[in-house]
């Protein structure tokens, strides 16, 4: 192959692949005004709703529609979301942090690695969700929805989970120092924090509230299943 050929071969390479970064980067800027205008920004069978690393901070997104959407990396920092649908959506890497998620469904949710500091999940829905080693610093999980959810090495120091429900949960090697997950009653109706079947196995649990938690089958962090 003559060094002319290779040239023309080259640039047509170098242009076929700026020509795809190009279309992805019109996609994104597409769905992010379609959010914007919208509030929906939805995953279908052929098209993927694309709104990774988008800047979103601070923006007012309660109820907003983003199923299957892929947020990885996206700053939602401060941002509004309460009972938005973000179940199945790719969260990884994200900014949550002070982000208000009242209710929203996160079911199936990939928040792996994402940064949750001071969030607020009240009543949130994390089923099945993957949060492993999530920053949920100072986060409020009052009666969040954890059944099933991966929390493996994940931070909840200081995290408020009282009535959480974290059944079948895995949460081997997290750090639950300083979390506060007692049970408690609220309008004569008794909130319990349910632990059962749940993985502790290495998790750090120094001072810790645990009064009244309900924790049949659950492996303690030194292994033993507590009965």
Same mark, same amino acid.
């Given at each position: 192959m003559n060094l002319k050929k290779l040239a023309i071969i080259l640039l047509l390479v170098i242009g076929f692949l700026g020509g795809g970064m190009t279309s992805v980067r019109a996609s994104n800027s597409q769905d992010i005004n379609? @959010?914007? $205008?919208? #509030?929906?920004?939805? %995953?279908?069978?052929? $098209?993927?709703? *694309? @709104?990774?690393?988008a800047d979103l901070r601070g923006l007012a997104l309660s109820k907003a529609q983003l199923s299957g959407a892929n947020l990885r990396g996206a700053d939602l920092t401060n941002a509004v979301l309460k009972y938005a649908d973000l179940s199945d959506a790719d969260l990884r890497g994200a900014k949550l942090s002070k982000a208000n998620l009242f209710k929203a469904n996160l079911r199936?949710?990939?928040? /792996? =690695? &994402? *940064?949750?500091?001071? &969030? =607020?999940?009240?009543?949130?829905?994390? %089923?099945?969700?993957?949060?492993?080693?999530? #920053? @949920?610093?100072?986060? #409020?999980?009052? /009666?969040?929805k954890l059944w099933g959810t991966d929390l493996k090495k994940a931070n909840l120091s200081q995290a408020s989970l009282h009535g959480t429900n974290l059944q079948y949960a895995n949460l081997a090697n997290s750090n639950l120092s300083k979390a506060d997950l007692h049970s408690y009653y609220f309008r004569e109706d008794k909130k319990v924090t349910n632990l059962s079947n749940a993985n502790l196995e290495g998790a750090n649990l120094k001072d810790t509230n645990l009064r009244g938690v309900l924790l049949r089958g659950t492996i303690m962090p030194d292994g033993h299943v507590n009965e």
């Open positions: 379609r @959010l914007l $205008k919208t #509030n929906s920004c939805q %995953t279908f069978l052929w $098209k993927t709703c *694309d @709104l990774s690393n199936r949710a990939n928040l /792996e =690695g &994402a *940064d949750l500091r001071e &969030a =607020g999940l009240w009543a949130a829905d994390l %089923t099945l969700a993957n949060l492993a080693e999530v #920053n @949920l610093e100072n986060a #409020n999980l009052l /009666e969040a």
